[in-house]
């Protein structure tokens, strides 16, 4: 089974490589890697086409925003399954992928979540906040609970099926995907009680007050566009849980 890792950069010479490696140590070998570079002035483009494997995919040039990227890399992509793993992300074992492609046939899935372990930029072993999938339900969407995106694995054909991501979204693209697929009854789907991945802090959302603003704002809106009743009360009573994952990681 083939899969596609997407990996979306701007600017990224300080971290792809780490993605880059990541992608490449994996013990599944049928994996097409796709990069979306939306003009990068940094050193990136020289660290990818040196270091990218012979089934790679270089797309570069402008884009109207991630999730515009993240459709390209769709459009390019050949796999029976989609990934995406952006460029300061990495694979918290070789054999994530393994693991979800073995797991997804047996049961003939077509989406698969696992956990996201958030670390320090510059200690990728120093854990700071885990991202439990485990919370999550379609019937909490109008909560603003989401599966963690980065540990999201998608079969191709649900794309098809669904479409990709809405551009005028800037922040939530993904809750939207989530909610429009999800919240429909035609999909099979299962957790894996395993942290996939490991994300640096610091990405596009969680900048601070103002992106946790448009976050919410954008959350309410996707549920009132797929017909899921909420309100920014019940938006907002995601926060207290999600306080407990730094204090867990603490203890």
Not at 100 to 125: C, I, K, T
Not at 130 to 147: D, E, Q, T, V
Not at 157 to 178: L, M, P
Request: proline share 3%.
């Amino acid at each position: 089974m083939r899969v596609s890792v997407i990996t979306a950069c701007f600017n990224s010479a300080a971290t792809v490589l780490d993605t880059i490696r990541s992608v490449g140590g994996q013990t599944h070998r049928d994996i097409e890697h796709v990069f979306v570079d939306g003009g990068s002035q940094d050193a990136t483009l020289d660290i990818i086409r040196a270091n990218c494997g012979a089934n790679a995919k270089l797309l570069t040039g402008p884009d109207a925003g991630i999730y515009d990227a993240l459709n390209k890399g769709l459009a390019a992509s050949s796999g029976d399954l989609i990934s995406f793993l952006h460029a300061d992300d990495i694979y918290a074992s070789v054999d994530v992928v393994d693991t979800v492609v073995q797991a997804m046939a047996a049961d003939s899935l077509d989406a698969l979540y696992g956990d996201v372990e958030f670390v320090r930029p510059e200690n990728l072993a120093k854990v700071v906040r885990l991202y439990s999938s485990r919370r999550f339900s379609p019937s909490r969407i109008a909560w603003g609970w989401m599966p963690a995106h980065p540990a999201l694995f998608v079969s191709a054909s649900v794309f098809g099926r669904f479409g990709g991501f809405k551009t005028d979204y800037k922040i939530a693209g993904d809750f939207e995907f989530i909610a429009r697929v999800f919240s429909k009854t035609e999909i099979r789907y299962r957790y894996l009680p395993k942290v996939l991945v490991r994300m640096r802090t610091g990405g596009l959302s969680t900048r601070g007050w103002r992106s946790t603003l448009i976050i919410n704002q954008e959350s309410l809106r996707a549920c009132r566009e797929n017909g899921i009743p909420s309100n920014y009360l019940k938006i907002l009573s995601k926060y207290p849980a999600k306080a407990l994952e730094f204090l867990l990681v603490h203890k």
